[in-house]
């Protein structure tokens, strides 16, 4: 259970928007927020982190709670989300990885074969101690804005650590698959566990909401991530058995797929700019509350380009039971941050 004291429960962000609408309901107005909005595009992000490395800065709990609230402070968003990275639970578990600057997590040992995966240790739960800081110090000056727990999707963490790092294809992920089905599974399973603990950590220190990320599962048949994914993203959230936050799966080029996500026990999907939100709701059965999904392209284009879409949107959004409006992937780093504030300004006067 949550704490007596956990937002959720004390009534601090029981009647957020972007709570309600996770959980179904259609708010005043349509709350937004911005995947990889903690960062990147922001001057006043990159004066922080100069001189630390990105996985220090994580567990940096001051510093980790500064960055959440900075884009919160600037563009007035409903939700924040800890600022934190997919492999962190993968580095506190024992793993090599270090994120290099303009290529991302990169593992020297990649984990190929039946004993690499028996090398692999469970994460000790103490691990976390520093995100837990981070959280309460977050959560103490939110107030009612609901802070968002992540984690990343076994599969896409499980890429990474066969690949070696990023790729576009996912090729040795995808062959190990089939090519040792047993080892792959352990290692989705160990992916879950640590990824499912890293998000509860964060949801019993006081997260409201708690989301999904698969990157990569669009480089997978919609057969191979029905048998040999799937089980594990409900795995991973599974670590959140009785906490009651709401909980969102996003996943890019998961249009295919679509229909399976709301079987992992999730109370809303998250949409790429691929799809329209009303096609989406559709083949999710006009039930499932929709997060997304303007394109982070558009966010360089003139204005009234960017507003027609903006609408766009917003409109399909209504064939949801509800919506959070938000990207359909993250903030591009070159992002003129006033275009992000127009954005919120301009959600919110919609509705």
């Known amino acids: 259970m949550l704490s007596p ?69 600037r563009h007035g968003v409903d939700a924040a989300i800890l ?31 039946a004993s690499d995966v028996l090398r692999l240790r469970p994460v000790d739960p103490e691990a976390f101690a520093p995100i837990a800081e981070a959280v309460g110090l977050i959560v103490a000056e939110l107030g009612s804005t609901p802070l968002i727990a992540f984690g990343g999707a076994p599969y896409t963490l499980a890429s990474y650590l066969v690949e070696g790092g990023p790729s576009k294809d996912q090729l040795r992920a995808r062959s190990l698959m089939y090519a040792d089905p047993h080892t792959w599974a352990a290692l989705l399973n160990w992916c879950a566990d640590v990824t499912g603990a890293f998000i509860r950590a964060q949801v019993e220190a006081g997260a409201s909401a708690a989301q999904l990320f698969d990157s990569w599962m669009g480089s997978l048949s919609r057969r191979d991530y029905q048998r040999r994914v799937a089980p594990h993203s409900a795995r991973a959230l599974s670590a959140l058995r009785g906490l009651d936050v709401p909980r969102i799966h996003f996943g890019v080029g998961s249009g295919e797929m679509l229909d399976l996500l709301p079987g992992l026990g999730v109370d809303a999907v998250g949409v790429d700019w691929r799809i329209p939100l009303d096609e989406a709701s559709a083949r999710l059965g006009g039930g499932v509350p929709l997060q997304g999904n303007i394109d982070p392209a558009l966010l360089a284009a003139p204005w009234s380009v960017l507003s027609a879409h903006l609408e766009d949107v917003l409109d399909r959004g209504l064939a949801a039971p509800a919506h959070v409006a938000n990207l359909g992937h993250g903030v591009p780093p070159e992002t003129d941050p006033d275009v992000l504030t127009r954005v919120v300004e301009f959600v919110h006067a919609r509705a």
Request: charge should be neutral; hydrophobic fraction near 40%; charged fraction near 30%.
């Open 5 to 73: 004291l956990h937002p959720l429960v004390d009534g601090r962000t029981t009647d957020a928007a972007f709570v309600r609408a996770l959980r179904g309901e259609r708010p005043d107005r349509t709350p937004v927020w911005f995947m990889r909005q903690a960062g990147r595009s922001l001057p006043e992000y990159r004066a922080a982190r100069e001189g630390t490395e990105m996985l220090d800065a994580c567990l940096r709990p001051d510093l980790a709670a500064e960055l959440t609230l900075q884009p919160v402070r």
């Open 83 to 113: 600022f934190s990275d997919i492999v962190v639970p993968v580095l506190l578990a024992g793993v090599d990885v270090r994120i290099v600057p303009g290529r991302g997590p990169v593992i020297d040992d990649p984990i190929r074969t």
